[in-house]
């Protein structure tokens, strides 16, 4: 279907650049008062031109999907090339994402920045930044805690282990942990006794007081004041 279709667009643009041609031709020939010699070097000139343009497209149709690639990456590389490699901290991202945040419309969030190993996308970025960080960051898609290069294992984690905690709270309206725990820690063996983890996750978390959200970073215990 799609190489009749360039058979088509070839055969009319053959035809349309044959008739220009030759009507182009005959109007200098009337001009002229000649026998039709601009006709006929109308008419070849459009033949060629038919024939270039025919090249062109018969080329594209059977251009292999792996030139496709190379081109493609070719262009991506120039794109990326003019794009300044730029030295920025954790802050000047979290500032960033925010303000990209602020601008989105209504339904869309920011995870469309997280890519699948839930590093950040910035190319997204580049009108608020300025250019490409050195060094990669990474952002989980549930509760948008942002981690550096050696933190990169966290996230995937974290999202697994929110999404778990969200389902219990829905079916079970209380927080996966011991309710006499200062620390507030995720209680894995529930979480995986009732098959809402299917594994114990190497790092520990622990629910904050914020609608429930998880936070890898241990509370600090609260001091009671003396009796």
């Known amino acids: 279907m799609r190489a009749l279709s360039f058979g088509i667009i ?16 005959s109007i200098f020939d009337d001009k002229f008062d000649l026998d039709s010699v601009f006709t006929l070097i109308g008419t ?33 590389v120039s794109k990326e090339e003019d794009v300044p490699i730029i030295d920025i901290d954790i802050d000047d991202v979290r500032k960033a994402v925010r303000q990209f945040s602020n601008q989105l ?23 608020i930044l300025g250019g490409i960080p050195a060094k990669k960051f990474y952002m989980s898609k549930e509760t948008y805690d ?8 966290i996230p995937q984690a974290m999202d ?13 309206k209380e927080y996966p942990m011991l309710s006499f725990d200062p620390e507030r820690r995720v209680n894995y063996y529930q979480l995986v006794q009732e098959n809402y983890l299917k594994t114990t996750p190497d790092i520990q978390f622990y629910i904050t007081d914020l609608d ?6 241990k509370p600090e215990r609260k001091r009671t ?3």
């Not at 942002?146 to 294992?153: M, P, S, V, W």
């Not at 697994?160 to 079970?172: C, I, N, S």
């Not at 429930?212 to 970073?217: K, Q």
Request: charged share 20%; aromatic share 6%; with cysteine.
């Open 225 to 227: 004041s003396p009796s």
């Open 212 to 217: 429930g959200l998880i936070t890898h970073i």
């Open 105 to 127: 419309p209504k339904g869309v969030y920011r995870t469309i920045l997280v890519n699948e190993d839930n590093s950040i996308d910035f190319h997204q970025l580049i009108p």
């Open 44 to 76: 070849f000139l459009g033949i060629g031109m038919g024939g270039a343009a025919a090249y062109s497209i018969a080329s594209n149709l059977v251009k292999s999907p792996a030139q496709k690639g190379i081109e493609n990456e070719q262009i991506a």
């Open 146 to 153: 942002l981690f550096e290069e050696n933190e990169k294992h």
């Open 160 to 172: 697994m282990v929110q999404r778990a905690v969200d389902l219990y709270v829905k079916e079970h």
């Open 10 to 25: 070839i055969c009319i643009s053959m035809v349309i650049c044959i008739f220009l041609g030759n009507k182009l031709g």
